[in-house]
């Protein structure tokens, strides 16, 4: 299957910083990448889904001002966590999209917040 | 929203059983069915899919079964591995709904040496 990349994974940082994860597509372009987070013991929650080009749409009860998602090419999204606080502290994982239905996951990336 | 506060249901079986796994979805609009292996600090990994025009489907090991009229999924994995102890999760995709994954609780199945 296609493969996706997630840098970094893992990070540890203090409260009130910012912090920026990306996903990467390394063989496939990504017309749709999607942002999950997934607190310990439970299911992946999606935040938001992103078109290349174009803004991202935010599911209900996440923040876009504190969760800021940029899909600039078809191989790359990132995700910025402003101004990050210990309740942010989750599990974040990207999964990319091509022609298909099909969602190929990145190895996800462990965020600490002090 | 969030199953806060709620643990995993948990499977175990002995190395060499069959395992069954089972889901239940809500949205009679979900037209497509994947199940997802997560191993722990990992990202989810495709196991298997099914279209709702269908109710059963196999792969290697692995079998999908689809029943429509009680929303039911289940998993069966044959001669359960070591190596097959992760989480497993169920999600559809609702028709229409741009491809996105609504995610089942998942099921942490522990194989027994």
């Known amino acids: 299957g296609a493969v996706v990349s997630q840098h970094p994974s893992r990070v540890i940082c203090k409260s009130g910083t910012s912090v920026k994860i990306e996903c990467r597509s390394l063989?496939?372009?990504?017309?749709?990448m999607f942002w999950y987070r997934q607190f310990p013991k439970q299911s992946l929650m999606l935040m938001a889904t992103s078109n290349e080009g174009s803004k991202a749409t935010y599911e209900q009860g996440v923040e876009k001002d504190k969760f800021l998602i940029n899909h600039a090419s078809l191989t790359l999204s990132t995700l910025t966590v402003t101004s990050a606080h210990p309740e942010d502290s989750s599990f974040y994982i990207c999964?990319?999209?091509?022609?298909?239905?099909?969602?190929?996951f990145g190895p996800g990336t462990r965020l600490t917040v002090l | 929203g969030e199953s806060v506060g709620l643990h995993l249901p948990t499977l175990s079986v002995q190395e060499g059983d069959n395992s069954i796994i089972n889901c239940a979805y809500s949205n009679s609009a979900s037209d497509y069915f994947i199940w997802y292996k997560q191993e722990s600090g990992k990202g989810p990994q495709f196991i298997i899919d099914i279209r709702s025009n269908m109710d059963k489907r196999q792969g290697q090991r692995v079998t999908v079964l689809l029943n429509k009229t009680v929303k039911h999924l289940s998993l069966q994995i044959a001669a359960t591995q070591p190596g097959d102890s992760a989480v497993y999760f169920c999600a559809e995709i609702v028709s229409g709904s741009a491809r996105q994954l609504t995610f089942g609780s998942g099921t942490q199945l522990t194989v027994l040496p």
């Open positions: 063989d496939f372009q990504a017309t749709t």
């Open positions: 999964s990319a999209s091509g022609k298909r239905n099909e969602q190929f």
